[in-house]
């Protein structure tokens, strides 16, 4: 079964400029999360997606912004870009079963803000 | 709200030795999952080993265990025999199966070095 997936890999955009990440969950997945790694604030909970709903959303401002399509695939979008914002960012994906919570991560998409 | 610690930054183990990770979290939950995430060096985060709250037996995989400390609201990982490939950012996490949740809480990461 392939694992997750996240395009692109590596980004590098300007200040005031948007960006759009996507993943690709592991087959029969329906639960995304998306989080925010940085090396000081760690993993960031930015939402949760399950069957094209969003479930829940961390504590980061409206410019950052997800969807999820019928096919459980996954976009994020960041507007109006800040040097703040450049971290790594990655994708989990689960089940979505009760009980089950493992997550997967795929390798993540290195944004770099300048 | 729930809250994840991670008290030690950084650890170093030699090869072959043993080591435990700490992990302290707070809820006012009786149900919850618990979990361990290793993340290599640009590498992807896997799953190292979960642990269910009603459950008493501690879980393990392989050199991996966990000592469970309900009351204590403690989770540390015990490595054995450590390996060179075990070198990694390890993230413990907590996972609240209550409705309306969803989402995930990790600690700040420990980076664990194995010494050859």
């Known amino acids: 079964k392939a694992g997750v997936t996240q395009t692109p890999r590596y980004l590098i955009k300007t200040r005031g400029q948007q960006v759009t990440l996507s993943c690709s969950p592991i087959?029969?997945?329906?639960?995304v999360s998306w989080y925010q790694q940085t090396p000081g604030q760690g993993l960031q909970f930015l939402f949760e997606?399950?069957?094209?709903?969003?479930?829940n959303k961390g504590n980061f401002p409206g410019r950052f912004s997800g969807r999820q399509f019928s096919n459980s695939r996954s976009e994020m979008n960041v507007s109006t870009l800040e040097l703040g914002d450049s971290a790594l960012y990655l994708c989990?994906?689960?089940?979505?079963?009760?009980?089950?919570?493992?997550?997967?991560f795929g390798p993540g998409t290195r944004l770099t803000v300048t | 709200a729930q809250t994840v610690t991670q008290s030690q930054p950084e650890m170093s183990v030699q090869e072959a030795e043993t080591v435990t990770l700490s992990c302290t979290y707070d809820?006012?939950?009786?149900?919850?999952?618990l979990f361990w995430y290793k993340q290599p060096p640009s590498r992807q985060m896997i799953l190292v080993i979960r642990?269910?709250?009603?459950?008493?037996q501690n879980a393990t995989e392989n050199r991996f265990s966990v000592n469970f400390q309900k009351a204590a609201k403690s989770f540390s990982l015990k490595i054995s025999d450590s390996q060179l490939g075990d070198a990694a950012m390890y993230f413990c996490?907590?996972?609240?199966?209550?409705?309306?949740?969803?989402?995930?809480?990790f600690g700040t990461g420990t980076r664990l070095k194995v010494l050859a």
């Open positions: 989990a994906s689960s089940s979505g079963a009760w009980g089950v919570y493992e997550q997967y």
């Open positions: 087959s029969g997945h329906r639960s």
């Open positions: 997606y399950f069957s094209e709903t969003q479930r």
């Open positions: 809820t006012s939950e009786s149900d919850y999952y």
């Open positions: 642990q269910e709250a009603y459950k008493q």
């Open positions: 996490a907590y996972r609240s199966p209550r409705e309306g949740t969803y989402k995930y809480i």
